[in-house]
Nanobody, 121 residues
Framework: QVQVVESGGGFVQPGGSLRLSCAASGSIFSIYTMGWYRQAPGKQRELVATITNIPSTNYADSVKGRFTISRGNAKNTVSLQMNSLKPEDTAAYYC???????????????WGQGTQVTVSS
């Protein structure tokens, strides 16, 4: 079993900052990629940012220059620093990890339950 748990969401005014954190735990053999997606009401889930174990990063155009993704030293944690937040950033943010649970298994996506970010004046 693998668990992915997010924390750090909340309410912030436009222009403010929030930091999201995520930790994967359980029967983990290796983690290839971790990242963040978000889903606003009535919209599809969309990529925010990902980071591999090289590490290399990938960002949605809408957050480039404002958000920064980073992995922890233990490699099973990932954070998302969000600056200059806009009302359109309001969404449920989901952490995920591309994780192998054994040497003979295929990497599988594991998702957290999500944390709400609301940007409003």
């Amino acid at each position: 079993q693998v668990q992915v748990v997010e924390s750090g969401g909340g309410f912030v005014q436009p222009g403010g900052s929030l930091r999201l954190s995520c930790a994967a735990s359980g029967s983990i053999f290796s983690i290839y990629t971790m990242g963040w997606y978000r889903q606003a009401p009535g919209k599809q889930r969309e990529l925010v940012a990902t980071i591999t174990n090289i590490p290399s990063t990938n960002y949605a155009d809408s957050v480039k220059g404002r958000f920064t993704i980073s992995r922890g030293n233990a490699k099973n944690t990932v954070s998302l620093q969000m600056n200059s937040l806009k009302p359109e950033d309001t969404a449920a943010y989901y952490c995920y990890g591309l994780i192998k649970t054994g040497s003979g298994t295929r990497p599988t996506d594991y998702w957290g339950q999500g944390t709400q970010v609301t940007v409003s004046s």
